[in-house]
């Protein structure tokens, strides 16, 4: 199909609920995607921290292929042993007990908060059911999640939302313990707030966050969606501070570029969900669960050492750009925000017409999430067109 037609055929016919840039995708090899025109794209993106090993990776195709030639679903009232063997990977990894594969980042989110209600009934009966998050977050964009979500932008339209949620500013412990009232069970963040504007929460304010829930039996929900699977340098974000959630979810990188979420409990609330507790006709899809063991048991100390490396070359090089539009270059592994004095989607629009991709964050961050296994040339390649717009 030609590429006009992809693009009107979408207009007639998809809901508007993106605003697309004009690429059609042909192809893609590693960090560099070509369209339909035969332009080429370095792409700071991964999707949205999706593609964690780029396109057209060897190993990972291979993982799909040989699944896909056995079997491509199972219900779940059957064993699967790639799911079987991506959870017990996940498992040693983490030292988290017990995971439910689900398909995506919202449902990851559902799933946390269904957990951490039901341990809270299971122990002190009903009124113990409210979730603090953060001012600035994102997890979701169910009727749950959105609430979940401490935009009040999000918090538009589709009413009447779940009840049950409050929220306070990131790094404000005496706010949080203030929040932290007899009626919660959860206190639920993002270690790095993605979609917020590459926030980074300190190790300080994480551990103090830790002993206040561990003081009060309030279960730490870690959302993990963006900062996980290698993407902070670490395997997750909060290993980075030395933490143990009592609940970690994600998503996004886990199947490297095929639908995967999931829940993942700690001792405590590691038996809170029996039969028929919870379910999903798709949840831990055989072909997603062999994508995400490949990319599990690529994930090792020796390749994070790579994302820390490539990560830091990343955020030395746009500052030492000395561009008067950047006010702070921050980040954290291969995640990067880049705070800007100049609208954010203006240098995405810039970027993309001189072949880079990259994301915007909050309303003045220009966010990068690249390949993890972008090579140094493709990222001098990247790093030459951002220092034209900047
Ligand atoms: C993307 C994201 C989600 C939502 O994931 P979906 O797969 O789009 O449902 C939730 N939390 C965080 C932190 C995210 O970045």
Redesign the pocket.
């Given at each position: 199909m030609i590429r006009e037609n992809v693009i009107q055929l979408d207009h007639d016919n998809i809901m508007a609920t993106y605003g697309k840039l004009d690429l059609v995708p042909e192809e893609g090899h590693g960090a560099t995607l070509t369209d339909k025109n035969g332009k080429s794209y370095i792409d700071f993106t991964s999707g949205?921290?999706v593609n964690i090993f780029g396109w057209n990776d060897e190993g990972w195709k291979n993982a799909v292929i040989d699944q896909v030639n056995r079997y491509q679903h199972v219900s779940n009232y059957f064993y699967c042993d790639k799911a079987s063997e991506l959870a017990s990977m996940i498992a040693e990894k983490t030292g988290l007990c017990n995971m439910f594969f689900g398909n995506?980042?919202?449902?990851a989110?559902e799933g946390a908060i269904k957990l951490a209600r039901k341990y809270s009934f299971d122990k002190y009966g009903e009124g113990r059911s409210t979730i603090v998050t953060l001012n600035k977050s994102?997890?979701?964009?169910t009727i749950t999640?959105l609430k979940a979500t401490g935009q009040d932008v999000f918090h538009q339209y589709f009413f009447p939302f779940t009840e049950g949620f409050k929220y306070c500013d990131a790094g404000d412990i005496d706010a949080l313990t203030t929040a932290c009232t007899k009626d919660v069970c959860a206190v639920m963040l993002?270690v790095v707030q993605?979609?917020g504007g590459v926030n980074i929460l300190s190790a300080d304010y994480l551990k103090a966050v830790e002993a206040l829930c561990n003081d009060r039996d309030i279960l730490l929900i870690v959302?993990e969606?963006?900062?996980g699977i290698g993407r902070c340098g670490k395997f997750f974000g909060y290993m980075n501070a030395g933490i143990t959630p009592d609940i970690v979810t994600t998503?996004?990188g886990l199947g490297g570029g095929l639908p995967i979420?999931t829940f993942i409990a700690g001792e405590k609330c590691a038996k809170t969900l029996g039969a028929s507790m919870h379910g999903s006709t798709f949840g831990a899809n055989p072909v997603s669960c062999a994508a995400a063991c490949n990319v599990v048991s690529r994930i090792t100390d020796e390749f994070l050492a790579e994302v820390n490396a490539k990560g830091a070359y990343i955020r030395e090089k746009i500052a030492a750009l000395g561009s008067d539009k950047v006010k702070e270059v921050r980040g954290i592994g291969m995640m990067t925000g880049i705070a800007v004095t100049v609208s954010p989607k203006d240098i995405l629009h810039d970027a993309f017409d001189n072949g880079l991709l990259v994301l915007t964050a909050g309303s003045d961050v220009v966010r990068l999430l690249p390949p993890l296994t972008i090579t140094y040339e493709e990222i001098d390649r990247g790093i030459e067109i951002l220092a034209k717009v900047l």
């Amino acid at each position: 199909m030609i590429r006009e037609n992809v693009i009107q055929l979408d207009h007639d016919n998809i809901m508007a609920t993106y605003g697309k840039l004009d690429l059609v995708p042909e192809e893609g090899h590693g960090a560099t995607l070509t369209d339909k025109n035969g332009k080429s794209y370095i792409d700071f993106t991964s999707g949205i921290g999706v593609n964690i090993f780029g396109w057209n990776d060897e190993g990972w195709k291979n993982a799909v292929i040989d699944q896909v030639n056995r079997y491509q679903h199972v219900s779940n009232y059957f064993y699967c042993d790639k799911a079987s063997e991506l959870a017990s990977m996940i498992a040693e990894k983490t030292g988290l007990c017990n995971m439910f594969f689900g398909n995506s980042g919202a449902e990851a989110n559902e799933g946390a908060i269904k957990l951490a209600r039901k341990y809270s009934f299971d122990k002190y009966g009903e009124g113990r059911s409210t979730i603090v998050t953060l001012n600035k977050s994102f997890h979701g964009r169910t009727i749950t999640t959105l609430k979940a979500t401490g935009q009040d932008v999000f918090h538009q339209y589709f009413f009447p939302f779940t009840e049950g949620f409050k929220y306070c500013d990131a790094g404000d412990i005496d706010a949080l313990t203030t929040a932290c009232t007899k009626d919660v069970c959860a206190v639920m963040l993002e270690v790095v707030q993605g979609e917020g504007g590459v926030n980074i929460l300190s190790a300080d304010y994480l551990k103090a966050v830790e002993a206040l829930c561990n003081d009060r039996d309030i279960l730490l929900i870690v959302d993990e969606v963006q900062t996980g699977i290698g993407r902070c340098g670490k395997f997750f974000g909060y290993m980075n501070a030395g933490i143990t959630p009592d609940i970690v979810t994600t998503a996004k990188g886990l199947g490297g570029g095929l639908p995967i979420g999931t829940f993942i409990a700690g001792e405590k609330c590691a038996k809170t969900l029996g039969a028929s507790m919870h379910g999903s006709t798709f949840g831990a899809n055989p072909v997603s669960c062999a994508a995400a063991c490949n990319v599990v048991s690529r994930i090792t100390d020796e390749f994070l050492a790579e994302v820390n490396a490539k990560g830091a070359y990343i955020r030395e090089k746009i500052a030492a750009l000395g561009s008067d539009k950047v006010k702070e270059v921050r980040g954290i592994g291969m995640m990067t925000g880049i705070a800007v004095t100049v609208s954010p989607k203006d240098i995405l629009h810039d970027a993309f017409d001189n072949g880079l991709l990259v994301l915007t964050a909050g309303s003045d961050v220009v966010r990068l999430l690249p390949p993890l296994t972008i090579t140094y040339e493709e990222i001098d390649r990247g790093i030459e067109i951002l220092a034209k717009v900047l």
